[in-house]
């Protein structure tokens, strides 16, 4: 199972675009990167997904670059209703998430 | 946009009652998982269900827990004993495929054992 790291914490201000990077050395071939959402005492909410390169949605956008060692999460334009923890997963067969910490993003105004 | 529902949203019991939590998941999808997350921790994976049997369970996920889909929308969690520890928000999910990494969650369903 692919270990993922990112930073505990990140601070913005609105308007501002944020970059959340995340590692996972230890990727497997067949492995997803998977980003999620999470708001106080809400479900998860799934937000992107991407194999290598770029992927865009009215979301967000992730970079992976080519060696996929690592994945970055970029929110354009953040507001404060983006203020939610963030995480990166590396997905396999089988859907079973492991979620980490993830990314406390705070969006100040 | 359709959704996953849960019930109750918050449950409140005695340690060693018995407690069911109560899930319907997207009508099209086949896959169906629980989740529960202990107050200021991570998000973490119980069981995970298809064709009517589990697929996958975690080592939280012991004899104390089951799952069923008794009818052809609600899906299940029932702990038989309730533990002090078994305080949590427990999150249903689903998902279209196996293999998607999409998967769709509830509001959750936050047990508190007295």
């Known amino acids: 199972l692919a270990k993922t790291t990112q930073p505990i914490s990140m601070d913005s201000y609105e308007g501002q675009e944020v970059n959340i990077t995340c590692s996972h050395n230890?990727?497997?071939?067949?492995?997803?990167i998977t980003w999620y959402q999470q708001f106080p005492s809400q479900g998860p909410r799934f937000i992107i997904q991407?194999?290598?390169t770029k992927v865009t949605n009215e979301v967000a956008s992730l970079f992976i670059p080519a060696d996929r060692k690592s994945s970055t999460l970029s929110l354009p334009r953040v507001s404060l209703s983006d203020t939610a923890v963030y995480y990166c997963?590396?997905?396999?067969?089988?859907?079973?998430?492991?979620f980490g910490g993830g990314t406390r993003l705070m969006v100040k105004p | 946009e359709p959704e996953v529902t849960q019930t109750p949203s918050h449950q409140v019991t005695q340690m060693g009652q018995e407690v069911i939590l109560r899930c319907v998941p997207i009508?099209?999808?086949?896959?169906f998982y629980w989740y529960r997350q202990i107050l200021g921790q991570k998000v973490e994976f119980l069981v995970s269900?298809?064709?009517?049997?589990?697929?996958?369970k975690s080592e939280i996920f012991d004899d104390q827990f089951s799952v069923e889909r008794p009818d052809g929308s609600n899906f299940t969690l029932k702990i038989r004993s309730t533990k002090l520890e078994d305080s949590a928000m427990y999150f249903c999910?689903?998902?279209?495929?196996?293999?998607?990494?999409?998967?769709?969650f509830g509001e959750g369903s936050r047990l508190t054992v007295l």
């Open positions: 999910a689903s998902s279209a495929g196996r293999e998607t990494g999409e998967l769709f």
């Open positions: 230890n990727i497997a071939t067949n492995d997803y």
């Open positions: 991407g194999y290598k």
């Open positions: 997963l590396v997905v396999g067969v089988g859907n079973m998430l492991t």
């Open positions: 009508s099209n999808h086949l896959y």
């Open positions: 269900f298809y064709n009517n049997e589990i697929s996958e």
